[in-house]
């Protein structure tokens, strides 16, 4: 029998008009759509202004074209077929963010931001209904405002959602994540035992960092680099040592950067000293080892860093139905990592692959299967 697979990265792909037809008319002209133009462009919009574009082919190379079926991605918007394209990858659960709702952490309009966020939790929480074990959405915050933040939080934690998303580079408005001003936020999250998710390239962050020579491998490299400053921040401030229940996130951004970073502040700890405030309980490495967590797919380097942190600090992802992601090879991937890390002991590639999930959202296996067994005898 094969382990319990949980992918701790995967979308959801809403109706295309959810936040035009969903958002009051006063608020159209910040609502996240796409619109394909003449040229083939892919324009990501917030109302009429173009956010970012891509070529509708970019994904060609890795999704494959129409008549491709070994790796076309069947089940974005079926969840019948979505439950097979999970079979054929072996995947058994996932975590869920947004397609079109990735925008929203984008939107610096306080009113427009809080109607969008209640506007897709209320519909992802009702289009999984019955199988949110297998499918666990995470909720998406409006956070111009904290305190509006802080209301959608105890909302969706009330409805019962089991993780929260949110953007490792916030609005400007919002505090920085080493202010204290979050504390009440990250306390009722542990409270909840709600992990913090930060899912990449989400929030005031700049896509287009660089442009001519090398842009495109800069600009998605050092994605990796908000999530640093997150950790960083967050341990910085005390934030995480007044809340050690609190758990954090961080998915596609790597993995294997975690073990120098956790030295690097202890580093910084000890040898300046006299200028760090607030004095912490723990040393950062362990904060880290404790609270922090990441997922790989590609990711070899954080299996070989594993004896300097922990098995729980990493779970595994696969970014369906996005081209960047491992779908259908996942299990032929995960295999190959594991056999240049030979002292892995099947307990702890169980733990990698599914079991840290389970534990970190409060599902079991059982829950799932017995979602998976319902859906497909309906």
């Known amino acids: ?28 002209h910040w609502a996240p759509n796409v619109e394909i133009d003449d040229k083939r462009m892919r324009l990501n919009k917030l109302g009429n202004n173009v956010v970012f574009k891509i070529p509708v082919d970019f994904h060609t190379h890795k999704v494959g074209d129409s008549d491709d079926l070994d790796v076309r991605r069947l089940g974005a918007r079926d969840l019948k077929l979505r439950f097979a394209d999970m079979e054929r990858d072996g995947v058994d659960a996932e975590l869920v963010f947004p397609s079109l709702g990735l925008l929203v952490s984008r939107i610096p309009d306080r009113d427009a931001s809080r109607e969008a966020c209640r506007l897709y939790n209320d519909w992802a929480w009702d289009y999984l209904e019955g199988i949110r074990s297998k499918l666990i959405p995470a909720a998406i915050i409006p956070l111009v405002n904290i305190e509006d933040g802080i209301e959608e939080l105890k909302r969706v934690i009330a409805k019962g959602f089991r993780a929260v998303m949110m953007p490792p580079a916030g609005l400007d408005s919002a505090p920085r994540y080493n202010d204290p001003a979050w504390d009440t936020f990250v306390a009722l999250c542990a409270e909840a035992k709600v992990p913090m998710v930060f899912h990449t390239g989400t929030g005031n962050v700049n896509l287009r960092a660089i442009r001519g020579p090398g842009a495109a491998l800069f600009n998605y490299a050092r994605q990796m680099n908000d999530a640093v400053d997150v950790i960083a921040a967050l341990i910085g401030g005390g934030i995480l040592d007044r809340n050690p229940d609190a758990h954090i996130l961080f998915v596609e951004a790597g993995a294997g950067w975690l073990l120098g970073l956790a030295e690097r502040m202890d580093e910084v700890y000890e040898g300046h000293a006299p200028s760090i405030h607030p004095k912490l309980s723990r040393k950062p490495s362990q904060i880290v080892r404790d609270q922090v967590h990441c997922s790989f797919q590609n990711d070899l380097g954080c299996l070989l860093t594993i004896k300097g942190l922990g098995i729980s600090n990493f779970l595994f992802a696969t970014d369906y139905p996005h081209s960047e ?22 307990e702890d590639k169980a733990a990698l692959l599914g079991l840290n999930a389970a534990r970190m959202f409060g599902i079991t296996p059982q829950q799932v299967a017995e979602e998976t067994r319902r859906v497909l005898s309906a």
């Not at 029998?1 to 008319?25: N, Q, W, Y």
């Not at 190959?336 to 890390?341: I, R, T």
Request: glycine residues 6%; negative net charge.
């Open 1 to 28: 029998m094969r382990p319990f697979v949980f992918s701790c990265d995967a979308h959801i792909v809403e109706p295309p008009d959810l936040f035009t037809k969903g958002l009051p008319a006063n608020l159209q």
């Open 325 to 346: 992601g491992t779908f259908p090879y996942s299990r032929e991937l995960v295999a190959g990592m594991f056999e240049q890390v030979p002292e892995l002991s099947e």
